[in-house]
């Protein structure tokens, strides 16, 4: 059974920073390409950054320069560092496979707020 947990949200000031881990269970997590989406209310589910099984990264546009996808393969962990947080970026962070079929079941994603 497939299982992804995210955790590392919060509630951060413009500006500030927060690192998201997500663990991930039940696969064989060194062969998947990994991405983090998020979900802002009432807007649909976006890719925010990719990282191919072997390290290869791509972010979307809004987040080049700020946020920084990893992984460590021998702890199922793929990381996002998020700095010079704006607004919005506040979101449901959830992280999944990149895959052509579809995706694994979802976490329960970690809340980000940006807010003074």
């Known amino acids: 059974q497939v299982q992804l947990v995210e955790s590392g949200g919060g509630l951060v000031q413009p500006g500030g920073s927060l690192r998201l881990s997500c663990t991930a269970a039940?696969?064989?997590?060194?062969?998947?390409?990994m991405g983090w989406y998020r979900q802002a209310p009432g807007k649909q589910r976006e890719s925010v950054a990719t990282?191919?099984?072997?390290?290869?990264?791509n972010y979307t546009d809004s987040v080049k320069g700020r946020f920084t996808i990893s992984r460590d393969n021998d702890k199922n962990t793929v990381v996002l560092q998020m700095n010079s947080l704006k607004p919005e970026d506040t979101a449901v962070y959830y992280c999944?496979?990149?895959?052509?079929?579809?995706?694994?079941?979802w976490g329960q994603g970690t809340q980000v707020t940006i807010s003074s």
């Open positions: 039940g696969i064989d997590f060194r062969l998947y390409d």
């Open positions: 999944n496979g990149v895959m052509r079929t579809g995706f694994f079941p």
């Open positions: 990282i191919t099984w072997n390290g290869m990264t």
